[in-house]
Each structure stands twice: as C-alpha cells, then as structure tokens.
C-alpha cells in the first residue's frame, strides 16, 4: 500500500493535563508517515509550552502554530490548514486519544473503498482511563441522513486534503460555534462527496459530565440556523424541515437539566 502523508490537524485550547496522552497516541500509531500541525487559541497555561517541546523532539513531524488572538474551534482548524502538505488530514482533539491502528484502518479502507471520500469511526468515553459507551455511527450514510444530525464524529475523521479545499473549509461564525463540522457535512454532501464510518471504536473521547451547564441557549438557537441553511443547501423536501427545530428540544431538555443539577447542590449544600 502507497503510505501517502496524513496531515492531523488540532487545535487547542487550556489542555496541559490532557495533551500529553493525546499526543503520544499519535507518535504511537503503526501508520507512521504523518506531520502533526497543532493551532494554540491563546491558551492562558502551559499547553503551549509543551507542544513546543514535541516539536523540539521532532522536528520533521510537528508544526506549532499559534492564533494572535482566541478565535475558537473553526477558526484554528482553517489555520491549520494552510500548513497542511498530506495527502489526507485527519481531526485529533487534545483531551482524547485514539487506538494505535486508528490510521492504517482508516487508510486501509480509504484504499479499498475508492468511491469514499471520508471515513470517521465509533468513539468510546472513557474518564480517569475508565472506558464506557460506544457511539456508532450508520456505516455509509447518505446526506438526506443529515436531517437527524451530523453521521460522522467530527474527530475521529480521515480524508482527502482535496475535500477540504473544495468546501472551503469550516464557516467561521458565531452561528457555527458548535455545529462547525455539521456545517461541513451539508457542504460536503453538496459537492457530491460520500463518507463512510467503522464500526471499531478507534477514538476515545473524555466523557465532561457537566459539560451541559456550559452551554449557552443561543448555541441551541444558532444550531436551528445551520439546519435551515443545510437543508436548503442540499435541496430537502418541505416535510424535512421540521427536523430543523430538534436544537429547540435539546434546549429544553439542557435547562430542565440545569434545574435539576441546581436544585440537587443546593440540597446538598444544606
């Protein structure tokens, strides 16, 4: 097998107790022809300090960059990519890590599957290095799937770099703060391109179980945006469109959380 370049693509933020295990998952992997272009959004800790130190080490495998100021997810992948020279990019987050044979699986089927453009996989949570669920994904799914939500998981995908520049990347914006690779898709399926997932879970996601108390109604809001957009984009049919409002259901379901989690510390507290 031809082992094209895989440039991985991460951006951080704040991660110095988690980058270490990320990145080493990385150096560890039997897919060994890859360069690791790492965007630091400003961190106010010593993440940088460190990805600093592994491009000291190597050199020929890393490039660190840095915003000039805190733009977020979006805006640090598009930073990325302007470094990328592979052939293939892959998506890595520094509080995660992924299984040893996560690249050559994936470029494995890439190569036997030359109508695919992308491959994502299932990921599994895992907390203090305890694993729990897995979350599969539809093994070849097709864009009208998008009406329910993104089919991949954002950064357990592989594909080519030429996807990348012919959907013009991720949507910078305040409307896309948390849908930024669901704004992808749309565009991806508009170019005609088709994506795949395996079933093997080889990304291990760190399980925030407060994660909810952070997020903000308007990113709900926004979320109900990027649906209507979607949809249009790729021509669905009218009855489609209530599936644009699911965001309003989560939202719902986010505060009444909050309530609960509220009201279970205030008890606690008495």
């Not at 959004?41 to 805190?70: G, H, M, W």
């Not at 520094?94 to 699986?105: I, L, M, S, T």
């Not at 849908?179 to 565009?187: G, H, K, M, P, S």
């Not at 957009?229 to 699911?246: A, I």
Request: charged share 25%.
């Amino acid at each position: 097998m031809d082992k094209g370049k895989i440039s991985v693509i991460m951006a951080v933020f704040n991660c110095a107790d988690t980058i270490h295990q990320s990145i080493e998952s990385i150096i560890s992997q039997t897919y060994d022809n890859w360069e690791f272009i790492i965007c630091d959004d400003c961190s106010t800790d010593n993440t940088l300090e460190i990805v600093r130190e592994y491009e000291a080490k190597y050199p020929n495998k890393f490039k660190i960059i840095q915003n000039e100021k805190n733009s977020r997810l979006a805006f640090s992948l598009n930073h990325c990519l302007e470094y990328v020279n592979g052939e293939f990019v892959a998506r890595m987050d520094g509080d995660d890590y992924v299984a040893p044979d996560r690249f050559e699986k994936q470029i494995s089927f890439l190569m036997e599957h030359p109508d695919i453009h992308l491959v994502g996989s299932a990921m599994q949570s895992f907390d203090n290095n305890k694993l729990g669920r897995i979350i599969t994904y539809k093994p070849f799914p097709e864009k009208e799937d998008l009406r329910k939500g993104p089919c991949f998981a954002h950064a357990s995908i592989l594909t080519y770099a030429y996807t990348y520049k012919e959907t013009g990347g991720y949507t910078v914006s305040a409307r896309t703060m948390r849908t930024q690779d669901y704004d992808l898709w749309f565009r991806f399926y508009a170019k005609g391109f088709k994506g795949a997932n395996l079933d093997d879970p080889l990304y291990y996601y760190r399980e925030d179980e407060y994660a909810y108390l952070r997020r903000k109604p308007k990113l709900y809001l926004w979320a109900v945006v990027t649906r209507f957009k979607g949809f249009r984009l790729l021509k669905f049919p009218l009855h489609y469109y209530v599936y644009t409002l699911t965001p309003i259901v989560g939202l719902v379901y986010n505060e009444m959380r909050k309530l609960k989690a509220k009201f279970t510390l205030k008890r606690k507290s008495k």
